[in-house]
């Protein structure tokens, strides 16, 4: 492992040769001015930070560790602006609660933002102008610059999936600050799936086994995201994917499966009754607690994969609440049960989140799988079926965060063979140069696409064992995505992305983090 980093290293050395304040940023801002003028220089015992407000604090410290790792120098704070040559301010005035600006003059440094997160970003901005700038930073010198940034849209998403295979909390911390440094501002949890129910419900403590996440524990993730400005998302998957609740709850599955062995760990085609009341009042339990615990807006439902066909169509209670309603298709059934799942979102002040599900599988697809409410949020994600979902999404009125599996799903292989467990199974590959071309607008309109909030970067557990495989399947193809989330496709530009990464990629093992060289875009003219 040794030997491969150095290699790496060096591989990597090569690109860094004509470096800039630029050459590291990722994402790309959207308005960066070089300006003429001679740099600024930090001087240890004299250069000071100033900070607006104390809730800057923890963005402060932030900004004094940077410098001392890029520039090996020790900053302190100052208590009044006219003693301090970096100044961190909160402006008020600033449209939009991640604009932010940089200033860089000979004799001053201001980061500036509309709120404490985008302070942060600018901070994080700077992180990387020194990054790439390292001819200029051995000197103890910055060059001068304006930046003038906000992002292309507010939600910029990467998901783990512990429920499959758990991750340790110090793992999830591991995992938001590489987040962090790009912008990405969502972290969401899968929390619940076959194979694991891995939050603690009180109510109900049957439901974990050996490895979960306290309430404790969780409230001590969402705190270690919120100071990165990071918010994380719950998902709790229903009425499929839902063999570890049923292994706890075997009464909770149709009457055709309540007879059947249901072991954690195995996955089968076994879900949730829709006519048993019981199902209601636990989940009811369930969300009660979920949303005291996560301060996000947001609860996702899941939605997705619900094999009806093995279940409700077999099912006598449900068959008879069809008859009742007069259904002539099981998948019907979804519009109750989610009335009364959507319902207990609603009456705890969340908004519910819920997988864009169509009435086929495949294309062509022509509608919903049904009649979703226009106050739930949709995530786009099956690979092909994008265009339809972002078409009657604009259509029925929902919000949508864009995840086509073709561009962003980070489990899939890198190349071929680059993951056995997944080749094995027939997942298409997703190269960098792939997820790169992500246009989460998909080329329609202003118009057509504003309905559409954010993208999301989706890591499915079944074969990501632990943290190092997380961080190696998700880097470097979640900076492609972050460039998707924040960037203008304007600034955005393929051949200057190839060497942005390259920094990054460097710092990156040097902090320790497993991350794929994508050696595949070498060019070798």
């Not at 003028?37 to 963005?59: C, N, R």
């Not at 947001?298 to 077999?314: M, P, R, S």
């Not at 460097?506 to 875009?521: A, D, L, Q, W, Y």
């Amino acid at each position: 492992m040794k030997i491969y980093t150095c290699l790496c290293l060096l591989f990597l050395a090569g690109y860094l040769v004509a470096q800039n304040n630029t050459s590291a940023l990722l994402p790309m801002p959207n308005q960066i001015t070089s300006v003429k003028g001679k740099p600024f220089t930090v001087h240890s015992g004299k250069t000071a930070i100033y900070l607006s407000q104390p809730e800057l604090q923890f963005t402060a410290n932030t900004l004094q560790n940077i410098l001392s790792d890029r520039m090996q120098v020790e900053i302190p704070l100052a208590s009044e602006s006219d003693r301090a040559d970096i100044r961190l301010l909160i402006d008020p005035a600033m449209e939009g609660n991640e604009h932010y600006r940089i200033e860089i003059t000979s004799k001053r440094i201001t980061i500036s933002g509309a709120t404490v997160r985008a302070v942060y970003y600018g901070v994080m901005t700077m992180d990387q102008l020194l990054l790439g700038d390292v001819c200029a930073t051995t000197q103890k010198k910055i060059s001068p610059v304006y930046v003038d940034d906000t992002p292309r849209f507010s939600h910029r998403a990467l998901m783990l999936d512990p429920a499959r295979h758990f991750l340790p909390v110090n793992d999830v911390k591991f995992f938001i600050d590489q987040m962090a440094h790009y912008k990405y501002n969502i972290l969401q949890l899968h929390l619940t799936d076959d194979q694991g129910w891995r939050v603690e419900i009180k109510k109900h403590p049957k439901l974990v086994g050996k490895d979960y996440y306290t309430q404790e524990q969780l409230a001590e993730i969402i705190q270690y995201a919120a100071q990165r400005n990071i918010e994380v998302i719950p998902e709790l998957d229903i009425p499929g994917h839902t063999v570890a609740i049923l292994a706890a709850y075997p009464e909770l599955g149709c009457t055709h499966t309540d007879t059947l062995p249901k072991i954690v760990g195995k996955t089968t085609d076994l879900m949730l009754c829709a006519n048993n009341q019981k199902v209601y009042s636990v989940y009811q339990d369930i969300i009660k607690e979920i949303s005291s615990l996560f301060p996000s807006d947001y609860i996702h439902l899941g939605g997705d994969e619900a094999v009806i066909e093995k279940n409700w169509t077999q099912c006598t209670r449900c068959q008879a609440m069809m008859k009742e309603l007069g259904y002539q298709k099981a998948s019907q059934l979804m519009i109750p049960f989610f009335s009364r799942m959507l319902s207990f979102v609603q009456e705890n002040n969340k908004t519910p989140m819920l997988w864009c599900e169509l009435d086929n599988i495949y294309p062509p697809a022509n509608d919903y799988l049904f009649p979703y409410p226009k106050n739930v949020t949709l995530v786009s994600w099956r690979g092909g079926l994008t265009p339809t979902c972002l078409e009657l999404t604009r259509k029925h009125g929902n919000p949508l965060i864009m995840a086509p599996g073709e561009y962003a799903y980070l489990d899939y292989p890198q190349l071929k063979g680059d993951f056995p467990e997944f080749n094995n199974w027939g997942m298409p590959v997703t190269t960098l140069e792939k997820s790169y071309q992500f246009d989460p607008g998909y080329g329609v309109s202003a118009e057509d696409q504003a309905h559409i909030i954010g993208v999301m970067g989706t890591l499915w557990g079944e074969a990501i064992r632990d943290i190092n495989r997380a961080t190696y399947m998700a880097y470097p193809r979640a900076f492609a995505l972050a460039e998707a989330g924040w960037t203008q496709m304007k600034h955005r530009n393929w051949e200057s992305f190839k060497q942005r990464l390259y920094p990054n990629l460097t710092n990156m093992m040097k902090k320790g983090v497993s991350v794929r060289v994508p050696f595949e875009i070498v060019d070798r003219k």
